[in-house]
């Protein structure tokens, strides 16, 4: 079965520094890829998928992320934080061309003056 | 503009009262989906639909019917809600060549 773990419950940051938060996944064929934002009291917004091609996909809001099929990974990076960043972020991989997410658990992020 | 809505964003209910929470689509999208979320579980599917009166059951659809009439139109029904579907619930929708969900606003439920 396809599960997607993201082992950092919390994050905090200094504004300016960068970001990495990680995603593993367990999936028997070709992943689709997702990382969401969820800003408090919001609703999920998406920032980057990856489904082929170039392993390193840029997003919105300066946010990349790598797939590394060798590590099952797809880790997201932002090279300095803003405030405005502070969120819930989740990975999902996509099962069914996408029909179906498999979300991890999420990670919050602090980010502090 | 292109967007999926819900009705309503927050509900206070008593156990065992009948609830529906609607959700539309004006993107013209195959795919329906309902998800709910929970802290530390991330979103969960609970039903989806692939056309109209096509639908099948997620991960989590114990308690929870749904319906697919029309196409722009999914609605997730709570038949005698419990205590335990207190959570958030997301709709998404996709279209047939685009492999990328699109999310509505989300519904709070709260059942006491």
């Known amino acids: 079965a396809q599960s997607v773990t993201q082992p950092d419950i919390h994050i905090t940051v200094s504004e300016g520094a960068s970001l990495e938060l990680r995603c593993n996944y367990s999936y028997g064929a070709t992943p689709y890829l997702f990382w969401y934002v969820q800003s408090p009291g919001q609703g999920l917004q998406l920032l980057l998928k990856?489904?082929?091609?170039?392993?390193l996909v840029q997003g919105i809001k300066g946010f990349e992320a790598e797939f590394k099929r060798s590590q099952s990974s797809f880790n997201l990076r932002k090279p300095s934080v803003h405030w405005s960043d502070a969120a819930e972020y989740f990975c999902a991989v996509g099962r069914g061309y996408g029909n179906k997410l498999v979300f991890g658990a999420g990670t919050i992020l602090r980010v502090k003056s | 503009e292109a967007q999926v809505t819900q009705n309503p964003r927050y509900l206070i209910t008593v156990t065992g009262k009948k609830l529906t929470v609607t959700c539309s689509q004006n993107?013209?999208?195959?795919?329906m989906s309902w998800y709910r979320q929970d802290p530390g579980l991330g979103l969960r599917q609970i039903y989806y639909?692939?056309?109209?009166?096509?639908?099948d059951k997620g991960d989590v659809p114990e308690g929870y019917k749904v319906s697919r009439k029309e196409k722009r139109n999914f609605p997730l029904i709570l038949e005698s809600p419990s205590p335990n579907q207190t959570s958030l619930y997301f709709c998404?929708?996709?279209?047939?060549?685009?492999?990328?969900?699109?999310f509505g606003p989300g519904t709070r439920l709260t059942v006491l």
């Open positions: 993107m013209n999208h195959e795919y």
């Open positions: 998404a929708s996709r279209g047939l060549a685009i492999n990328e969900q699109f």
């Open positions: 990856y489904f082929s091609g170039d392993t």
């Open positions: 639909s692939m056309n109209v009166e096509v639908t």
